[in-house]
């Protein structure tokens, strides 16, 4: 499983920003995928992560920090899952990862994430 995250940059507070994360259609099909942010100097932090398999239905989860103003969503035509991040402040910044999940029922909890892609920065600025 590759998975290859984008769409990273330096917004304002208040500003929105995409990311993306490119792996296949067979991917999006098998396993949940997740999205985690890790800011300098913490530990890793589940962003939130949806799924869209036959054993879950079509399912998402967002992380309190971040619910209601990111939402996760996929493109079946560009295989791409995408984190729509809007109202962004400064302690949003950090260096964002998808991820998916291949084990387990806790994904939506963000366990069991075995297949990850690059980072990708997100800098918010006050």
């Known amino acids: 499983v590759q998975l290859q995250a984008s769409g990273g940059g330096l917004v304002q507070a208040g500003d929105s920003l995409r990311l993306s994360c490119a792996a296949s259609?067979?991917?999006?099909?098998?396993?949940?995928m997740g999205w985690f942010r890790q800011a300098p100097g913490k530990e890793r932090e589940f962003v939130g992560a949806a799924s869209w398999t036959t054993r879950t239905g079509v399912s998402t989860y967002y992380a309190d920090s971040v619910k209601g103003r990111f939402t996760i969503s996929r493109d079946g035509a560009k295989n791409t899952v995408s984190l729509q991040m809007s109202s962004l402040k400064p302690e949003d910044t950090a260096v964002y990862y998808c991820a998916a999940a291949t084990g387990g029922s806790s994904w939506y909890k963000g366990q069991g994430y075995d297949y990850w892609g690059q980072g990708t920065q997100v800098t918010v600025s006050s």
């Open positions: 259609a067979r991917t999006f099909s098998i396993y949940p």
